[in-house]
Structures are given as C-alpha cells and as structure tokens.
C-alpha cells in the first residue's frame, strides 16, 4: 500500500518566483500562451497569487486539492480521472473527450470549478481537462512510476530527477523510510526558495500542528496543504477568480492602520482564527471519516 503524499507550501517563503509554474508547463507540454499571471488556464496547471489587493505577498498556490474522495473522479463517463493510491488524482488525456460529456468533472468539482478545459497542451489538438496530478507517472516511489509507464506506454515522459539531499521534504521523513519521496513533483524540487514540501500527508498534517514551528493559520486537505506565521490564509480556491472578492477584504481588515488602533479588530481577528482552527478541525475529522 502506497503512503498518501501531499505538497506542503509555507506561503511566508514563497517569492513568486513562477518557476514553478513555469517547470510545471516544460514537465508537462503544456502550452506557453496564457492569459495572465493571476489566472489558472488549461494551459496553466497552477499559478502562484498574492492573497491581498496589492501584489507583495503572502504568495499562495492555487491549483487542484486531489481530493479524498473527489467527485470528478466518480463522475466522469470515461473513466479518465483516477484516484491513485499515493493520493494523485490523475487525468488521462487519451480517455478525456470533453466534446462526448457534460463536463461533469468542472461542474461537480467542490474547489471552485477544476479541471480547466480546453486546448491546453502541444500533445493534443482538441480539447482535453488539464490539472495538476502530483505529477503522477512522473514522480513518487519507482514502482508508481513503472506502473504508470505500464498503463500508458512512455506518453509521460521521462522520470523527474531524483531526489538526492532531501532537501524538499517534510523534516522527520526520509528518502529510506519512504519510496515516494524518491522523486518530487516538478514543482517541489524547482523552487528556488524551498517554499515547496513533499512528503506524506500524515507527516505534513503533524508538521503543521506543531506549535514549535510557529503556524498561526493553515489550510488544506487531500494532497494540497498550506500554512503561515505571519498572515491569516483564507481557503484557497483552485480558481482565484472565486475568491478575490474575500481574501482582499479578510487582509486589509487584519493588516490595515486601523487594525493596529481599535479593539475590534483585534478581537475579530482572534475570532477569525477560532473559525479557520475550527474549519482545519472539521476538515481532518471529515477526511479521517471518509477514508475509515
């Protein structure tokens, strides 16, 4: 049985650098054009967004969760969406044929509207559902690897470099101890800032929770997780168009002159963490239900 792995980002690291994004698009094929840097597109598989008006940070990933148990995956009429048992949920493209379906994977999707759709890759000229997959095929344990080379033929590419100096993952996990670790999703081991984690969901879960690291605030769930020391991160939706009406308005009331002047901020403020501990609670409680 294969660990559950997820991706870790410290928004308070993260420079939004893009290249990420950028590694990501390369790894991938995915196509160069994109409308803007603050959109996720079928040519995009994730983006990296500050969560206030103005552009200087937090730095907040936006792309799929790989949900516990994602309606995309049950709902889709070909089977091109899989649940994998590192916790990846994968697309495959040669399966995908949006042009025969409702697109039930956009319309049930609970994290905003993902999978984005259309012609978003040099591999294909008609439209396909694009996302992120955790790099499945391509990173992980080398058995996950040769199993997905065994579905699909070489159609995903080489293995990402090996991870050598662990420098990427989750402090406590080991290469040894753990096979998945042995390859990183292009987007952990490209990030010049170590903004990005990999390691099991377990040992993120634990990371975070630890009081002696510092995080006043996190988010996440599935395979997709993120926490801060300095800010407060509202849940970040694969879709940042959703949310850009919130988090400005959450931020500038936490950060602006006049939270530093009157009480009410302040007790709002502590209010608000109360929520967001309590959401991360119910969040654990939810997956740890499903997956039981």
């Given at each position: 049985?294969?660990?559950?792995?997820?991706?870790?980002q410290?928004?308070?690291?993260?420079?939004?650098?893009?290249?990420?994004?950028?590694?990501?698009?390369?790894?991938?094929?995915?196509?160069?054009?994109?409308?803007?840097?603050?959109?996720?597109?079928?040519?995009?598989r994730?983006?990296?967004?500050s969560?206030r008006?103005?552009?200087?940070g937090p730095?907040?990933?936006?792309?799929?969760?790989h949900?516990?148990?994602?309606?995309?995956?049950?709902?889709?009429?070909?089977?091109?969406?899989t649940?994998?048992?590192?916790?990846?949920?994968?697309?495959?493209?040669?399966?995908?044929?949006?042009?025969?379906?409702?697109?039930?994977?956009?319309?049930?999707?609970?994290?905003?509207?993902?999978?984005?759709?259309?012609?978003?890759?040099?591999?294909?000229?008609?439209?396909?559902?694009?996302?992120?997959?955790?790099c499945?095929?391509?990173?992980?344990?080398?058995?996950?690897?040769?199993?997905?080379?065994?579905?699909?033929?070489?159609?995903y590419?080489e293995?990402?470099?090996?991870?050598?100096?662990?420098?990427?993952?989750?402090?406590?996990?080991?290469l040894?101890?753990?096979?998945?670790?042995?390859?990183?999703?292009?987007?952990?081991?490209?990030?010049?800032?170590?903004?990005?984690?990999?390691?099991?969901?377990?040992?993120?879960?634990?990371?975070?929770?630890?009081?002696?690291?510092g995080?006043?605030?996190?988010?996440?769930?599935?395979?997709?997780?993120?926490?801060?020391?300095?800010?407060?991160?509202?849940?970040?939706?694969?879709d940042?168009?959703?949310?850009?009406?919130?988090?400005?308005?959450?931020?500038?009331?936490?950060?602006?002159?006049?939270?530093?002047a009157?009480?009410?901020?302040?007790?709002f403020?502590g209010?608000?963490?109360?929520?967001?501990?309590?959401?991360?609670?119910?969040?654990?409680?939810?997956?740890?239900?499903?997956?039981?």
């Amino acid at each position: 049985m294969s660990n559950v792995m997820a991706v870790f980002q410290d928004v308070d690291t993260c420079m939004r650098c893009r290249g990420c994004v950028i590694s990501c698009k390369r790894t991938w094929k995915m196509k160069a054009l994109s409308p803007g840097v603050h959109k996720v597109d079928p040519g995009t598989r994730i983006i990296i967004k500050s969560q206030r008006r103005i552009d200087n940070g937090p730095f907040v990933r936006f792309s799929c969760w790989h949900c516990p148990d994602p309606p995309c995956v049950r709902r889709c009429p070909f089977n091109a969406l899989t649940k994998q048992d590192n916790g990846a949920v994968s697309i495959d493209p040669d399966l995908c044929d949006p042009s025969q379906c409702q697109r039930q994977c956009l319309i049930d999707c609970q994290r905003a509207g993902y999978p984005k759709i259309g012609v978003g890759s040099d591999l294909f000229a008609t439209e396909k559902a694009w996302k992120c997959t955790l790099c499945w095929g391509r990173s992980g344990s080398d058995e996950d690897i040769a199993l997905a080379t065994a579905q699909r033929g070489e159609s995903y590419g080489e293995p990402l470099p090996r991870n050598m100096r662990n420098n990427n993952n989750v402090p406590g996990e080991s290469l040894g101890a753990i096979p998945e670790l042995e390859h990183e999703p292009s987007c952990v081991y490209t990030c010049p800032a170590k903004a990005m984690k990999w390691g099991t969901r377990e040992g993120i879960r634990t990371y975070i929770n630890d009081s002696a690291n510092g995080y006043i605030s996190a988010q996440g769930d599935g395979s997709m997780y993120w926490a801060s020391k300095r800010a407060i991160i509202i849940q970040p939706k694969a879709d940042p168009y959703i949310e850009d009406h919130i988090t400005p308005m959450v931020s500038n009331l936490l950060t602006g002159p006049f939270a530093k002047a009157a009480l009410v901020p302040t007790i709002f403020a502590g209010g608000l963490l109360a929520v967001i501990a309590r959401r991360q609670q119910n969040m654990e409680e939810s997956a740890g239900t499903r997956e039981g």
